[in-house]
């Protein structure tokens, strides 16, 4: 069988995580184009959730502690620029997810800080390590993001439902 070189490995991480971000930013420009509800808010973490079973194989697992901080980070620090700049809107019976011009840079941004803190997080462990480490500081950074969405959505809801 043959074995994958780090270096492979990496270039390898870089470039599906280059494909997982373009087709994010695909997705949400496009999803400002199509009216929203709640499942379309919550499916995306849920299916995230199911990242968890790395979790079961050993040479994934990784100090509670640097989990801990992994998914704070993701909640404290990298989910609030999605927050601030996602709103939601009514148009007539529908609500619809209200495009920012900053949501492209923002999410290129995180891109090149995430690529930038790799290098340095793969001096301390392994590649699926650091890849355990990244999916939760992702992780953080949706729930928070999605809750926010749905609390606009669901008072949103109930504007319509006052009228």
């Known amino acids: 069988m043959m074995q994958l070189s780090s270096p492979l490995l990496q270039i390898g991480a870089i470039i599906v995580s280059m494909l997982a971000g373009s087709f994010l930013i695909f997705m949400r420009?496009?999803?400002?184009?199509?009216?929203?509800?709640?499942?379309k808010i919550i499916i995306p973490p849920m299916g995230?959730?199911?990242?968890?079973?790395?979790?079961?194989?050993?040479?994934?697992?990784i100090p509670l502690l640097w989990g801990l901080s992994?998914?704070?980070?993701?909640?404290?620090i990298?989910?609030?620029p999605?927050?601030?700049?996602?709103?939601?809107?009514?148009?007539?019976?529908?609500?619809?997810v209200k495009r920012s011009k900053a949501f492209i840079f923002i999410m290129v941004t995180l891109f090149i800080i995430r690529l930038s803190l790799h290098s340095v997080v793969e001096q301390y462990m392994?590649?699926?390590?650091?890849g355990a480490i990244f999916y939760l500081l992702a992780f953080g950074m949706i729930i928070?993001?999605?809750?926010?969405?749905?609390?606009?959505?669901?008072?949103?809801?109930?504007v319509e439902a006052a009228n």
């Open 78 to 80: 990298f989910a609030f």
């Open 126 to 130: 392994s590649i699926p390590q650091t």
């Open 144 to 158: 928070p993001w999605r809750l926010a969405m749905v609390s606009d959505y669901v008072r949103l809801q109930k």
């Open 82 to 96: 999605l927050i601030v700049t996602t709103r939601l809107e009514r148009v007539d019976a529908d609500i619809y």
């Open 48 to 61: 995230m959730a199911t990242g968890f079973i790395m979790f079961a194989f050993p040479f994934m697992h």
């Open 29 to 39: 420009i496009r999803a400002g184009k199509q009216p929203t509800s709640l499942r």
């Open 70 to 76: 992994a998914f704070g980070t993701g909640m404290l």
